[in-house]
C-alpha cells in the first residue's frame, strides 16, 4: 500500500523511514493490530494539500477509519 500512494517499498513489520514532502519524516511500524505512525514534519510546507489528501485516503486503505474516527480512538488513548 505504500508503494501505491508513495512508490516506496519496504516492510512495515520491521519497520520503515521515508520521506514525504509537506508531510516529513515518517516512521511507521505494524504491532499486532495497530499501525504506529511517527512523523517529524519538514521545515519548509508548501501549500499543496493534496498531498493532505493522499496521505488521509492512504490512512484510510490501511486502517479502515476515517481521520475524524483515528482522532477519536487518539484521544480516547491519550485519557487513559
Do not use: Q
Not at 1 to 13: A, P, Q, R, T
Not at 28 to 35: A, D
Not at 40 to 69: C, H, M, Q
Amino acid at each position: 500500500m505504500i508503494k501505491k500512494y508513495f512508490n516506496i517499498e519496504g516492510d512495515v513489520n520491521a519497520g520503515i523511514e521515508f520521506f514525504v514532502e509537506n508531510i516529513g519524516k515518517i516512521y511507521m511500524k505494524k504491532s499486532r493490530n495497530n499501525l504506529i505512525v511517527d512523523i517529524i514534519p519538514p521545515e519548509k510546507i508548501v501549500n499543496d494539500y493534496s498531498i493532505i489528501k493522499k496521505w488521509n485516503n492512504f490512512l484510510f486503505e490501511a486502517t479502515g477509519r476515517t481521520a475524524k474516527e483515528r482522532k477519536k480512538m487518539m484521544d480516547k488513548e491519550i485519557k487513559k
